[in-house]
């Protein structure tokens, strides 16, 4: 029997899309994981266009940073009661002040732009802490199993069932009120979720064939670890977090408007505290309440939106409904 | 082992090398009891699932290792490439016991596993699953000097996926079933080991596709001098590729020997019943054991095939006197002709053998 | 009509988000009464799909064109009335991985029954006595009717899972991959169970595989599938040993006779893979891998030419072909 040549793939015409890179060249392994990371991206990127939800949310969220950004280099004089003495008090929306004023006289647009960047700043921090320790613990556990898993479930549980409000009391009171406290309770309370989604992870990336193969190969643990468990929990990782900076600044949100945040610091939060202590509400100023309001609501539903995007693209199965 | 007889006249073959000598390795695992249970003493059930496996791999030669699922031949193999610890004999690479770090020891016996698409990481390139094997072990320059791509791309090569450029960058996932499969093989090839051990290396590829990954582990024993070792379900296939093959049972070796022998001239009975039950022209009136495939939690006493055995079902074990024996007395294998032995009392007597089991 | 059934030009369009993918593209197969009809294939040829076509289990909205007539009623015209009246009673499945196809958290007496009972065969006590006399047809106790599945071994499920496909006295039983995750020994116990019963109670039978060896023990007649099509038919013993068409020779050269010469040291495989539905290749789908193509091969698409005595075979060089054609070698 004679075989026709071994050509992979056999007919030329059942050959899957042509390589992305001319033939023949055969290149340096770290122009290939350039090369690759390039095409990975543009890859991710493709299918994330496709989804309108997740466009749509990167949207809002991007004006919101370039808002924050903006209000980084900008004066904060705005914000300033003792610079700003010729304003109305409780003036609604008008040309001149497009959200009105609040009870000192002060342009709630102003505080708006200057809250976005306190807002997303700390929320950012916080949910930097909660999916660094998250991480680190989720994925520990995960891969030792045994008993370091055992214990550190275990303390997992217990920082879950600590209620964060009254830690956040506890800790203003020690530490004084300020973004700092704020930021420390939000990460010490939610890494805990963070580290169960990341163990359930590794778990089951532990038990696939292709690790037990790089361990046929001589691969260790930090091989293990680096190689095929981080690439395989990032996915993960990545729609977890962008969820926990949703809530991050939610959490801010509801701390700086108990009074646990810093009194001087604008946060969307304070605003709105601000806002309840004078009685906004009672003297009808809706615009004091609703600018902030809308922004919060409109940024944690940027970050939903777009991690509705991310679940889609990890988990195709999730697409063709 | 059979001795080499020097004799005068015609020049003997050498003693073939053995490259692996696993001697009586033990592998037992352990059922899991409740907390209370545990407490009260009670323990988990234990799966004997090697129990006392003894053989020589030869340099240069393919061996097959069959049986039905639970026979031990899996385990056996993953506790040869140091994936599986065991509780009791010792395996021998070049005659020395496998040190305590396998590291180096893994450059010398590579595997192949049993689902292509499971085996490979759907995240990494194929060029990085291959170079996956240098960059552990460090090697970043072949023996001549070659840079790692050109390592690559020759172990691709030699597993027959040509061009080996255009596969550099592509997934897994782009590539079909028989095409992964070589994928895994080159994987092992880049380290240049001397030994493969192949775990049911195509019974997940559509049956057309066996016949090329097959010839392509007899091109590399040829061409790269390999040693491989084959474990499979499927006879058909030990006799298309193996030189010996080793039937196992509940853990134990029960015959071994060349292909042609153990496959046309079977002596243990298991082994002529498994030989008996592939399906071929001739209807299935031929004699099928009962039962089922056999618990490694319960042993049976005496020869642990004898439960089913036809020889003792039939009679005739008792009409030879040797009932009493296969029910109670465990044995070991026996050479019954050169290279080939077995272990079953029966067959032990058809060889002229009377009076105990040594060895 | 001594068919039970007949497919007339089946065409299986699935619908997925990247087009349609042609999954059977044309087939014409009968099963005569108290026949056995093997079809074997590998993956990607479209043997289950037809098998999940005859009772029209297939997803929402893939599109079946074509006749299938079971018992003389086309299947794809049925009202779902009818249609449910007729899965299970004219033709019952034992799916691929059927061991997985139990309940478990149901007794498997309480399974079976319940294929009797929703086809209001029987009441409750009746339905229990013909679990208890179709257990001991499949050779199982019948106190296992209160086992749970995890309490059986793999053999025995599937055991259980024929019973099930006999409880409403189908006079057609398609197997779809009945014995693939079983061992030989109880793979062989399965098949020569089937066979008895097949013979015992005049069943039809379609049994589809891809293990070729199975089906020339098993079935009277073979039919060969490639890429949608049947490409070779005919009885089971000519087709296995004297194939017509190059890819059946290559699928039975896969499975060889243990002490046949030609095959130790030889490993025979074919280069390539099966095709993906999506991408067929053009003319005679099996070109790019056969051994024996020509020039015309990539063009012309052959039909199921006559080639022997009751056979047929889609090659061209087949000498039917040559005179239909005029194409060939």
Not at chain 1, 223 to 248: F, G, K
Request: glycine letters at 10%.
């Amino acid at each position: 029997m004679q075989a026709p040549p071994i050509t992979p793939g056999g007919d030329p015409a059942l050959t899957p899309e042509p390589p992305i890179e001319p033939l023949g060249e055969i290149r340096s392994p770290r122009q290939i994981r350039r090369a690759r990371r390039r095409v990975a991206i543009s890859r991710f990127w493709k299918e994330y266009r496709k989804s309108k939800m997740g466009m749509a949310g990167l949207i809002i969220l991007l004006f919101f940073v370039g808002v924050a950004i903006f209000a980084i280099f900008a004066s904060d004089d705005g914000t300033n009661p003792s610079l700003i003495t010729d304003q109305p008090v409780g003036a609604p929306p008008s040309l001149e002040f497009p959200f009105g004023t609040d009870g000192l006289g002060l342009s709630v647009l102003t505080l708006v732009i200057e809250g976005a960047k306190i807002s997303l700043l700390v929320g950012l921090t916080a949910s930097v802490i909660t999916m660094v320790i998250g991480t680190l613990v989720g994925i520990v556990a995960g891969y030792r199993a045994g008993f370091t898993d055992t214990f550190l479930m275990r303390f997992t549980d217990f920082a879950l069932v600590v209620p964060w409000l009254a830690l956040a009391i506890v800790l203003a009171a020690i530490l004084g009120p300020s973004l700092v406290t704020i930021i420390m309770v939000i990460g010490l309370t939610s890494w805990p979720g963070t580290a169960r989604l990341v163990r359930a992870q590794v778990l089951s990336v532990r038990e696939r064939p292709y690790v037990e193969r790089a361990r046929a190969l001589g691969g260790g643990d930090w091989h293990m670890i680096s190689r095929h468990v981080l690439p395989n929990v990032t996915p993960v990782i990545l729609a977890n977090t962008v969820l926990v900076v949703a809530i991050a600044i939610l959490s801010e949100t509801a701390l700086s408007f108990l009074g646990l945040g810093d009194p001087f610091a604008v946060s969307w939060g304070g605003i709105l505290e601000e806002a309840f202590t004078t009685g906004a509400t009672t003297l009808g100023w809706w615009w004091w309440i609703a600018a902030p309001g809308i922004c919060i609501v409109l940024v944690v539903l940027s970050f939903t939106m777009i991690g509705f995007a991310l679940d889609e693209i990890i988990n195709p199965k999730l697409r063709d409904r | 082992m059979s001795q080499t007889e020097t004799s005068a006249t015609p020049p003997v073959a050498p003693e073939p090398e053995t490259v692996i000598e696993v001697r009586d390795v033990r592998v037992t695992f352990q059922g899991r009891v409740g907390v209370f249970e545990g407490l009260r003493g009670k323990k988990g059930t234990q799966s004997r699932a090697v129990d006392g496996v003894s053989f020589e791999l030869r340099r240069g030669e393919v061996m097959a290792l069959a049986g039905e699922s639970g026979c031990g031949k899996t385990t056996t193999a993953r506790a040869i490439m140091g994936l599986q610890p065991i509780e009791g004999g010792e395996i021998l690479y070049e005659g020395k016991p496998l040190p305590r770090d396998l590291k180096p020891y893994r450059r010398e016996v590579q595997m192949i596993f049993q689902d292509p698409t499971g085996t490979l990481n759907p995240r990494q390139t194929i060029y990085e699953i291959i170079a996956e094997g240098l960059r552990i072990h460090g090697i970043d320059r072949g023996p001549n000097g070659e840079p790692e791509e050109q390592l690559v791309a020759r172990a691709l090569s030699r597993a027959g996926l040509r061009p080996p450029e255009n596969f550099f960058l592509r997934y897994p996932h782009e590539l079909s079933g028989g095409q992964r499969q070589r994928v895994v093989i080159a994987g092992a090839l880049v380290l240049e080991p001397q030994v493969i051990v192949a775990d049911e290396p195509v019974s997940n590829l559509d049956a057309s596709v066996r016949g090329e990954i097959l010839q392509l582990l007899m091109k590399l024993r040829e061409d790269l001098g390999l040693t491989i070792i084959i474990v499979t379900h499927d006879l058909g296939l030990a006799w298309t590729v193996a030189d010996r093959v080793a039937i196992m049972y509940l853990g134990r070796i029960v015959e071994i020997g060349p292909a042609e022998r153990v496959l046309m001239h079977a002596e243990h009975p298991y082994t002529k019943a498994l030989l008996d039950v592939v399906p071929e022209a001739g209807g299935l009136d031929r004699p099928i054991l009962t039962g089922e495939p056999p618990d490694p939690t319960r042993i049976p006493q005496g020869c642990r095939f004898h439960p089913r055995c036809p020889v003792v079902e039939t009679g005739r074990a008792a009409e030879l006197g040797i009932e009493a024996r296969c029910r109670g007395e465990d044995l070991a294998l026996r050479e019954l002709a050169p290279e080939h032995e077995a272990a079953c009392y029966e067959a032990f007597i058809r060889h002229g053998d009377r009076g105990a089991a040594t060895v | 009509m001594s068919d039970i059934l007949t497919l007339d030009d089946v065409r299986i369009t699935y619908h997925t988000s990247g087009g349609g993918v042609p999954a059977v593209r044309g087939v014409d197969m009968a099963v005569a009464k108290g026949e056995v009809v093997g079809l074997a294939g590998e993956s990607g040829c479209g043997k289950s799909t037809i098998a999940a076509a005859i009772l029209r289990l297939l997803p929402p909205k893939t599109k079946v064109e074509g006749t299938i007539l079971l018992e003389g009623e086309n299947v794809l015209e049925m009202k779902p009335g009818r249609l449910r009246a007729v899965r299970w009673t004219g033709a019952s499945i034992v799916f691929q991985g059927a061991m997985h196809a139990l309940n478990p958290v149901k007794r498997v007496g309480d399974q079976i029954a319940e294929a009797i009972t929703v086809h209001q065969q029987a009441g409750e006590k009746e339905a229990r006595v013909r679990v208890g006399s179709l257990l001991e047809q499949v050779g199982l106790p019948t106190r296992r009717m209160k086992d749970y599945p995890h309490e059986l071994s793999g053999g025995q499920k599937q055991r259980v899972m024929i019973a099930m496909a006999l409880a409403c006295s189908p006079s057609l039983v398609i197997a779809d991959e009945p014995t693939t995750a079983l061992d030989v020994m109880v793979q062989a116990q399965v098949l020569r169970l089937m066979k008895e019963l097949q013979r015992d109670l005049g069943l039809s039978m379609i049994f589809i595989t891809h293990d070729l060896s199975v089906l020339v023990e098993t079935s009277d007649r073979l039919a060969i599938m490639y890429a949608g099509k049947i490409v070779e038919e005919g009885p089971a013993e000519l087709v296995f040993h004297s194939p017509q068409h190059p890819y059946t020779e290559a699928l039975a050269a896969a499975f060889p006779e243990i002490g046949d010469d030609r095959f130790r040291g030889k490993p025979m495989g074919l280069g390539g893979d099966p095709p993906d539905p999506a991408h067929v290749p053009s003319g005679c789908s099996f070109h790019p891998r056969c051994p024996k193509a020509f020039e015309d091969c990539p063009t012309v698409e052959p039909d199921l030419y006559p080639a022997g005595e009751l056979r047929r075979a889609a090659c061209l060089l087949v000498p039917a072909a040559k005179e239909r054609t005029g194409a060939g070698a």
